[in-house]
């Protein structure tokens, strides 16, 4: 079941978000005071972060205008489908663009929105993950005063593969008695779907 | 949908086919200087294909670079209409 849990973004002053959500609403504020746009963030920053317009239709979160090649939406969808999200617009989860669209509009309103999302997407090829994240959705006035929605993923566990149906059984399973299976997280990219799952003792493991 | 089949994507192909890349690239860079949109470009070039400016772009990837900055426009466009109509 897909969840949103909403924080007051005091939450970030306390202390209490990932490090890089409050990196990100730190360098928001120092923007508000210089305004000098989208080149006062940082390289790292840019790289993890989303760009999308300003504009919301049909319920649905407003289009891309730029993934960042290290932000977390890269690594659920896919480096290739990255590369391409401007033209993409959308993520290829309709159900996500729904979910998320409040967010987005509070940020439209100009509001920071700072929320826990834990969710069960589909990437392009109809593969399901389950997603745990932290994200910030912030406005943010470019160097030539357009606004556009910044937003900020930081995940709170790996993404965890789910088997397709039927597939369970071809699967290797957790051999320590009660524990829930587990997985570990590979690149959809020069990996079979049999070798994306592995798992044993050193290795990242993700409760699914 | 595939890509190929979003209107706006056909409409901006249509015209690149009788435009030289040097003539694309003067018509999106008015666009952009019209817009004020440079930072917003150079962050979405230098996502997808590592570079700051179209100029700089190999000739294999000009056509996604080109596409690219012309949905950056297009949503800019949207943008700006959306803020003056807010005005009034």
Redo the contacts between chains.
Sequence with gaps: MNMIHSFSIDHIARGLAHPLIAEFWQQWQRDAQSQS???SYSASL??RMT?S???IADDMAP?L?????QSFIAACFGSAW????????RTPDANLEQISARGYLKAISGEPSLDIVKATITGENGRRMGVHYERLILPIR???????IGCMAAPLAPICWLPEPGEQDHLECSSTGNRPREYVQAPLSNVSRRERYVHGPGALQIPC | MSIMDDPEIKRILASATVLTRHQREIAIEREIVMLNGADVLQQALQNALNIEQLQEVEDQDFDLAALICWKIIYKLRDGSSVKEASLH
């Design positions: 746009g989208l080149s840019r790289a760009l317009a300003s504009t289009e205008l730029a993934v960042g090649p990255a590369r391409e999200a401007t033209l993409h617009a470019t160097s030539g005063q357009h606004l556009v």
